[in-house]
């Protein structure tokens, strides 16, 4: 769509496909209504991201589900950060958060750590993680991980990872990030790497049989 740009970080599929993008949209631009049919995943990054359901500030998280339908766009424009086709197919729990207005909540274990829980189910945990300025970040996730920075930065496997950089770790391997002078902000998804790749081993069969 016209004034309507993303920027590509994963992908499986081709024009219907399971993806992970930031997408940018331009003052006055929209989409015309469509339909979500595998599901909509997105975080607004800056800007203001509206449809019929509302007006999004920077900070809100939203989760479409599978059949769910919009017509997006912005007045003013905005960035945000969006996944497609990657919930469970009977999956039809609306979720609109706005993150302004929460806390960061202590972890247990994970000094320097504080946690926004944004979204939990039996094969994935989706949160806002804020680490403290120059902590050092060890953690061994289950079933992999994602980190998208949003705020600050940090340094892992002897790169650097500032504002809008993303992070994907496998299945089996620890984090270990030290954050910078200024600290972080980052959306975290774990565990769904696993359920991911079986559901991949699973059409990969079907489609060889």
């Not at 599929?13 to 006055?28: C, K, L, N, S, W």
């Not at 019929?52 to 989760?63: L, T, V």
């Not at 994602?146 to 089996?172: M, N």
Request: glycine share 12%; hydrophobic share 35%.
């Amino acid at each position: 769509m016209k004034g309507v740009d993303r920027r590509m970080l994963e992908r499986i599929g081709d024009e219907v496909a399971r993806a992970t993008t930031i997408v940018r949209y331009a003052p006055g631009s929209k989409f015309s209504s469509h339909v979500h049919t595998g599901g909509e995943e997105f975080l607004v990054l800056d800007g203001v991201f509206q449809d019929e359901h509302g007006n999004f500030p920077k900070g809100s998280y939203i989760r479409n589900p599978p059949q769910s339908e919009h017509t997006p766009g912005s007045d003013e424009g905005c960035t945000i950060l969006v996944k497609l086709w990657q919930f469970e197919a009977a999956d039809r729990t609306q979720i609109v958060i706005d993150t302004n207005k929460l806390d960061p909540q202590a972890v247990p274990g994970r000094d320097s750590v504080g946690v926004i829980p944004l979204f939990m189910d039996g094969r994935e945990d989706v949160r806002l993680e804020k680490w403290d300025a120059g902590a050092t970040i060890g953690y061994s996730p289950e079933g992999g991980l994602e980190v998208f920075v949003i705020e600050g930065g940090f340094e892992e496997g002897g790169e650097t990872f500032s504002g809008q950089s993303w992070l994907r770790l496998p299945v089996g391997t620890d984090l270990q990030a030290k954050a910078s002078a200024e600290g972080c902000l980052c959306w975290v998804k774990e565990g769904h790497l696993s359920q991911l790749d079986r559901e991949a081993f699973a059409t990969t069969t079907a489609e060889a049989s």
